[in-house]
């Protein structure tokens, strides 16, 4: 038979991961990269590998018409992800946005296409 105690305790040490959860940034939000584009290490690494798969998804969705930006054939994604952390902590009224759109803005901001 399950006692309430138990009942009780299960609660807290379920809930306890969704409470801390619950403060820490959404990953899909700017605010989630802002530190992490800005440091060294895994953290950084995560930053360039978010980064990446963002700039490869939004160019396979993009056609001529609404090409959103045009990189060099010679960047590398370690500098696409200093962009993408050099446009959050110049447009930190910004970062509570789709972190995805933010990539697509600062790839814009800094290679934009020509009309």
């Known amino acids: 038979m399950i006692t309430r105690n138990f009942l009780l305790a299960a609660a807290i040490v ?3 991961p969704v409470a801390a959860h619950a403060q ?5 939000s ?23 798969g963002a ?6 969705m993009m056609t001529e018409k609404t090409k ?13 992800s200093a962009i993408f952390g050099k446009y959050l902590r110049e447009h930190p009224e910004q970062t509570h946005l789709n ?7 600062a790839m814009n901001s800094a290679y934009p296409c020509s009309k």
Do not use: H, R
């Open 55 to 60: 700039v490869d998804g939004l160019q396979v």
């Open 99 to 105: 972190a995805s759109l933010l990539v697509a803005m």
């Open 24 to 28: 820490q940034p959404k990953i899909n």
């Open 68 to 80: 959103l930006f045009c990189l060099p054939s010679e960047i590398t994604f370690a500098q696409a």
């Open 30 to 52: 700017g605010n989630y990269w802002v530190s992490k584009c800005a440091s060294g290490g895994q953290d950084y690494f995560e930053c360039v590998v978010f980064t990446a």
């Open 14 to 16: 379920l809930a306890a």
